[in-house]
T-cell receptor
Framework: GENVEQHPSTLSVQEGDSAVIKCTYS??????FPWYKQELGKRPQLIID?????GEKKDQRIAVTLNKTAKHFSLHITETQPEDSAVYFC???????????FGAGTRLAVHP | NAGVMQNPRHLVRRRGQEARLRCSPM?????VYWYRQLPEEGLKFMVY????????ESGMPKERFSAEFPKEGPSILRIQQVVRGDSAAYFC?????????????FGQGTRLTVV
């Protein structure tokens, strides 16, 4: 089955810096790659997603890039703010239905 | 649209008791996915159900865990004879049909504590 690896597990940046989180996956048939943000005690919330027919997608300070050949995708957050501090999860959609396989998460801390 | 509703939000059970977690999907959604999140870990897929059918239960532990989604009413995740290792947050998500590549809408989760 699909296997998703996420790095780094923790990331500490200064406010205003950029943050990059990377994920690799194993099943070349996978074609849906969402990113979720989870604050302490809350549900995961979708922040951006990308499908395999595009290589990059951007939404204000957040962007995701996808390299299908290498089977990896990355989340980029620019101009980080303290409120970006949270745990971020990548996920891969299993082909055929809406089942998601999640990475282990990255705990991002943005220091003022 | 009230979104995906889960209850209870918090559940405390003693070892050996049963836990029942409920999930009502978004209006118009007939497919439900359950995930478990152990402390300090990512979400792990447990089971995928549509009304009256289990489609994929590859993530369910072989014993003590069961799930259903009856024709009427919410989906139920049932854990019998709970142990401390069952303490976790349990999230469900719903989708309108057997779709792929669409956003998963998560409920608020049920935080189970086994004492």
């Amino acid at each position: 089955g699909e296997n998703v690896e996420q790095h780094p597990s923790t990331l500490s940046v200064q406010e205003g810096d950029s943050a990059v989180i990377k994920c690799t996956y194993s099943d070349s048939a996978s074609n849906y790659f969402p990113w979720y943000k989870q604050e302490l005690g809350k549900r995961p919330q979708l922040i951006i997603d990308i499908r395999s027919n595009v290589g990059e997608k951007k939404d204000q300070r957040i962007a995701v890039t996808l390299n299908k050949t290498a089977k990896h995708f990355s989340l980029h957050i620019t101009e980080t703010q303290p409120e970006d501090s949270a745990v971020y999860f990548c996920a891969v959609g299993v082909k055929g239905y809406n089942k998601l396989i999640f990475g282990a998460g990255t705990r991002l801390a943005v220091h003022p | 649209n009230a979104g995906v509703m889960q209850n209870p939000r918090h559940l405390v059970r003693r070892r050996g008791q049963e836990a029942r977690l409920r999930c009502s999907p978004m209006k118009g959604h007939s497919h439900v996915y359950w995930y478990r999140q152990l402390p300090e870990e990512g979400l792990k897929f447990m089971v995928y159900l549509q009304k009256e059918n289990i489609i994929d239960e590859s993530g369910m532990p072989k014993e003590r865990f069961s799930a259903e989604f009856p024709k009427e009413g919410p989906s139920i995740l049932r854990i019998q004879q709970v142990v401390r290792g069952d303490s976790a947050a349990y999230f469900c998500a719903s989708s309108p049909a057997r779709t792929e590549n669409t956003e998963a809408f998560f409920g608020q989760g049920t935080r189970l504590t086994v004492v």
